[in-house]
């Protein structure tokens, strides 16, 4: 005995041109009412490429990609993410190969192309080279003086202890140091125990601005 079961389903106009055409026989889908009068709409305002279909350059989604008859949706439908909803059998490598010309491209022009001069700070390896146009407000001319007003000054070379010896050596054999000033010295450039000269560098760097005073003959 043959049973007969009824489904109701709600389908797309893309889903049920696919779900004919497969009960066809035929690889060309079967055209509705609906997608007559979105045709006849289409045509006034659309490129039509050879072989591809229609291509509708006033719809664009998310990522600047018209709607593409080939791929795309017969009800001109997005997803979340605001892209085109694809067409029921077609892969997603298809539409994204059907997508490639037009993504990130202004409606009739040419794909936006990022100057080799002007490129984000910070880019991955391999980008070109930041260019700032001479002038720009907030940064220096090419070639400006270290010190510029609104810019930090260098940093100091690092001082070693050799440094720090070489130079008292030469203070002493120039008259400019002698034993009494030693303490006093010290005091100022505050080391309390002369063996952290051997691993505090910016202690050594005190020191070293304290022998400069004194070579000076501004120490007091």
Do not use: C
């Amino acid at each position: 005995m043959t049973k007969k079961l009824t489904l109701t389903i709600e389908i797309s106009d893309g889903e049920y041109e696919a779900l004919i055409s497969r009960f066809s026989g035929t690889d060309r889908p079967v055209s509705t009412g609906a997608d007559a009068s979105s045709s006849t709409e289409t045509a006034t305002t659309a490129t039509t490429a050879s072989g591809s279909g229609t291509v509708d350059m006033t719809a664009l989604d998310v990522n600047g990609v018209p709607w593409l008859e080939s791929v795309h949706a017969g009800t001109k439908a997005k997803i979340g993410d605001g892209s085109w909803r694809g067409k029921v059998g077609v892969s997603k490598e298809q539409r994204a190969a059907a997508e490639a010309p037009y993504r990130n491209k202004p409606a009739g022009g040419e794909a936006f192309q990022v100057p080799a001069s002007i490129v984000t700070p910070g880019a991955a390896p391999g980008s070109a080279p930041v260019t700032i146009p001479a002038g720009l407000p907030g940064f220096p001319p090419a070639g400006a003086p270290v010190g510029l007003p609104g810019f930090p000054p260098a940093a100091p070379p690092p001082v070693s202890y050799d440094q720090i010896a070489a130079r008292y050596g030469e203070l002493a054999a120039a008259g400019k140091v002698t034993a009494e000033m030693v303490p006093i010295i010290y005091q100022r450039a505050g080391v309390s125990d002369v063996a952290e000269l051997m691993t505090n560098e910016s202690l050594r760097r005190k020191l070293m601005d304290v022998f400069e005073t004194v070579a000076a003959g501004t120490f007091a």
